[in-house]
Nanobody, 126 residues
């Protein structure tokens, strides 16, 4: 079992910044590929970023590239998402997810992830 808890969401003006955290427990964090996804009201869940077990490989959605930075600290069992230059269209519930398997690679598809956090709301006002 893996437990994931997101934090750091909130209300921010356009152009502002937020830093999300995802604290993991239950299994060896460094064994998991970790991802960030988001879901806006009335829309499907979208991929935001994925980070490999070591943190050496990170992929971003085109919509956030250059503005968001994903990272992880395996010693602290925590993943982060630094969000800068936020736009109203970034408003969503943000979820972190863990992909278990020592052989699984990074994935941008939500159905490849085994565990999800409860989500944290990010609201960007114009």
């Amino acid at each position: 079992q893996v437990q994931l808890v997101e934090s750091g969401g909130g209300l921010v003006q356009a152009g502002g910044s937020l830093r999300l955290s995802c604290a993991a427990s239950g299994r060896t964090f460094s064994s998991n590929v970790m991802g960030w996804f988001r879901q806006a009201p009335g829309k499907e869940r979208d991929f935001v970023a994925v980070i490999s077990r070591s943190g050496s490989t990170i992929l971003y959605a085109d919509s956030v590239k250059g503005r968001f930075t994903a990272s992880r600290d395996n010693a602290k069992n925590t993943m982060y998402l630094e969000m800068n230059s936020l736009k109203p269209e970034d408003t969503a519930v943000y979820y972190c997810a863990a992909r278990l398997s020592s052989r699984a690679g990074i994935s941008t598809f939500g159905h490849d992830y085994n565990y999800w956090g409860q989500g944290t709301q990010v609201t960007v006002s114009s």
